[in-house]
């Protein structure tokens, strides 16, 4: 199957910094990409979707200004956590949609400790 | 009415026994379901996905869609321990890049030896 790979696998973090974390579709062009954010115990929560060469669209909650989605190419897009809190903690996972296949992959996830 | 209901469990089954999870959906007009399973600490992996009425078969792994009844499942024949995991149902409205899909709140299904 596809794969999508993500970077870091595990960050921690001072309060107040920022961090980056990529998203790689490996073996198929992704023109849309989501991240989910995920606590102990919770389901997934769709954070925002990102559409290759424009705008993220947030979910209702999530502050456009504080994760920063870049979706630069058809393979890449990146989150950037500004300003980092220990209330960020938590597990973000990166989804590529194949178009081809109708499928969509998620990375292995990157999970994020804010002290 | 959340639009994709789970019951959370956990569901336990002996091994070698079937596992059946349900999922209901609240949007009619969902065309796409999908099941991930999901190990802890671990992100979801994709098993299956459904788009038509009826059965899907995939090894051990059943899909059962009806749109009428708006519920799709998923049974897991001769279960074993390392199928214990949470199960993600998501459904999806349509095929365009603007459709989201929309993941229940999970299964934990555990596989007692």
């Known amino acids: 199957g596809a794969v999508v790979s993500q970077h870091p696998s595990r960050v921690i973090c001072k309060s107040g910094t920022s961090v980056k974390i990529e998203c790689r579709s490996l073996?198929?062009?992704?023109?849309?990409m989501f991240w989910y954010r995920q606590f102990p115990k919770q389901s997934l929560m769709l954070m925002a979707t990102?559409?290759?060469?424009?705008?993220?669209?947030?979910e209702q909650g999530v502050e456009k200004d504080k994760f920063l989605i870049n979706h630069a190419s058809l393979t890449l897009s990146t989150l950037t956590v500004t300003s980092a809190h220990p209330e960020d903690s938590s597990f973000y996972i990166c989804?590529?949609?194949?178009?081809?296949?109708?499928?969509?992959?998620f990375g292995p996830g990157t999970r994020l400790t804010v002290l | 009415q959340k639009e994709v209901e789970q019951n959370s469990g956990p569901l336990s089954v002996p091994e070698g026994a079937i596992a059946s999870l349900n999922c209901t959906y609240s949007?009619?007009?969902?065309?796409?379901f999908f099941w991930y399973r999901q190990y802890s600490g671990k992100s979801p992996e994709l098993i299956m996905s459904?788009?038509?009425?009826g059965d899907k078969e995939d090894g051990r792994f059943t899909a059962q869609l009806n749109k009428a009844s708006q519920y799709v499942s998923l049974l897991i024949r001769d279960s074993q321990p390392s199928d214990s995991a949470t199960y993600l149902c998501?459904?999806?409205?349509?095929?365009?890049?603007?459709?989201?899909?929309?993941f229940g709140p999970g299964t934990s299904l555990s596989v007692i030896p």
């Open positions: 949007d009619r007009g969902s065309q796409s």
């Open positions: 998501a459904v999806r409205r349509g095929k365009t890049s603007y459709d989201k899909v929309i």
């Open positions: 459904i788009y038509s009425n």
């Open positions: 989804s590529a949609r194949d178009f081809l296949t109708d499928t969509q992959y």
């Open positions: 073996d198929f062009q992704a023109t849309t």
């Open positions: 990102s559409n290759e060469g424009s705008k993220a669209t947030y």
